[in-house]
């Protein structure tokens, strides 16, 4: 795939030389090309290329400044992903759009799929363990008062330490990503074996989590488990939810502070209940860990 801004003869369709399919998002932009259409690309694709029209858009028209609340513009100091991407961009011809676009794929589907299916998880927990969620509502009603609506920050993010236990735990018994993948770069000797390079290893983090070497009742749902002093000492590769070393997950510190801030917003509000035990749900790794039958939970608003 090539999204090159200098190439505007690029469009969709297979390409002369190799069959590839082609796609240039100077193409794309109705300014550059009034009979852009993105009616043939795929939609995740179509909504990555809005996004990075969208900002491009925005950044011409702020040219690298910002509105304060009290309507004075200010020259931005720190940048969003996309910003620096787009600055990177625009200093540097070898980095092209096609580039971009494909970290903005990157992480927008990356983030995606993995942290809604961590949030359905915990729902789920949540609706099984009634104790739990009283315990997050008490933590959410001590930090939030009775405000139900007002905006979280990131204060508030460090004070719901019980709700990241519960996310942890969560991820320990349900990883979104139950498995990923290795190939070895030179032989290796893993428990007195010699395994030969060019070896592709499965490394089952769904496994993992449910060692009872590391958690005690394995199969339980305890967010304690997460608490520091039951943290201490646990061998750091006993729960790798977000893989570990130099491929591991780079999203996992913003995947930890956005469940906290979806949770406090639904949790505030609303009351889970789970229709169906733990053993009634099986799940299933297609890529990311589902339910494979779904849930049925019942929702109500808190007293
Ligand atoms: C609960 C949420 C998430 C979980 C469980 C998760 C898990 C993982 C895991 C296990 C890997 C490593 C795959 C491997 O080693 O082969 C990974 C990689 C990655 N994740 Fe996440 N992730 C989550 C959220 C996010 C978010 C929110 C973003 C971005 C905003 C993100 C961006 C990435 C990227 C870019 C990689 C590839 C890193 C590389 O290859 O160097 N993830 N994630």
Redesign the pocket.
């Known amino acids: 795939m090539c999204l090159n801004s200098d190439n505007v003869d690029l469009s969709l369709g297979p390409d002369k030389q190799n069959g590839d399919v082609h796609l240039c998002l100077k193409e794309l932009l109705p300014e550059t090309n009034p009979d852009a259409s993105t009616t043939n690309i795929a939609a995740p694709t179509k909504f990555a290329i809005n996004v990075i029209q969208e900002r491009i858009k925005e950044r011409r028209h702020q040219n690298g400044t910002k509105s304060t609340a009290n309507g004075k513009v200010e020259k931005r100091t720190k940048m969003a992903f996309l910003d620096l991407l787009l600055e990177l961009h625009d200093q540097d011809d070898n980095f092209t759009l096609d580039d971009v676009r494909e970290e903005v794929d990157?992480?927008m589907f990356?983030?995606h799929d993995?942290?809604s299916a961590?949030l359905t998880w915990i729902l789920f927990m949540i609706g099984c363990h009634p104790h739990v969620q009283e315990k997050i509502h008490q933590e959410l009603d001590d930090v939030f008062g009775d405000d139900r609506d007002r905006k979280v920050t990131s204060e508030d993010i460090q004070k719901l330490l019980y709700l990241g236990c519960v996310i942890k735990e969560t991820?320990r018994l349900y990883?979104?990503?139950p498995l990923?993948?290795?190939q070895l770069e030179e032989d290796a000797i893993l428990s007195g074996h010699r395994v030969p390079k060019g070896t592709l290893l499965i490394v089952a983090?769904f496994w993992l989590g449910r060692d009872p070497d590391y958690f005690p009742d394995a199969d339980e749902f305890n967010p304690d488990n997460f608490l520091p002093e039951n943290v201490e000492g646990r061998d750091p590769f006993a729960f790798v939810?977000?893989?570990a070393g130099?491929?591991?997950?780079?999203?996992?510190k913003?995947?930890l502070m956005?469940?906290k801030v979806v949770l406090a917003y639904l949790l505030r509000k609303l009351k889970f209940r789970s229709l169906k035990a733990m053993d009634e749900v099986t799940p299933t790794g297609e890529l990311i860990l589902r339910p494979y039958d779904g849930l049925e939970m019942e929702v109500s608003l808190r007293p």
Do not use: H
């Open positions: 990157t992480f990356e983030g993995t942290t961590s991820l990883p979104s990503v990923i993948g290795r983090i939810p977000f893989s130099p491929r591991n997950c780079i999203g996992q913003f995947a956005e469940e």
